[in-house]
């Protein structure tokens, strides 16, 4: 008898944490990326080594928004990032994007370069100046081989 309330009761705990386990992702994911706190921008970049859903976009260093779709333009051969920026951000429309690193062992993130225009994206607009992540080891062998000449 005493094994049925014990197994009763591991039963009841896998559930409450199963439960509260969905409760989190869906509120993770499905609110914080609702279209209420969220506009959508796209941006083209040659290649998008380092870049997946989820990576960071920054302004100034500070976290405005995150890369939420990738996908491969099969009309220009590029890859098409969606980006998620919070409402309450302004970003100019002369901006332009590159990714950046966090350092030799970090992550990458999308870096805003802020414009000089007073006319503002809208949602959907397309970042018309981007530049991909610079390949640390393509800069190594650059090196070595320019050496020998």
Known sequence: MKENKLEVIIGAVVLAVALGFIVFVYQTTSLSLSNSKHYNLIADFRSADGIHVGTDIRLAGVKV????????????YRAEAKLAIENQI??????????????????????????????????????????????LVSLLLKFVSGSDN
């Open 90 to 135: 302004d970003i100019p429309d002369d901006s332009a994007l590159t990714v950046s690193s966090e350092g030799l062992l970090g992550g990458n993130f999308i870096e805003i370069i802020p414009g000089a225009s007073y006319d503002y994206m809208q949602p959907g607009d397309e970042f018309l100046d981007t530049q991909g992540s610079v390949s």
């Open 65 to 76: 928004g995150t890369v939420s779709d990738l996908s491969l333009n099969v009309e220009t």
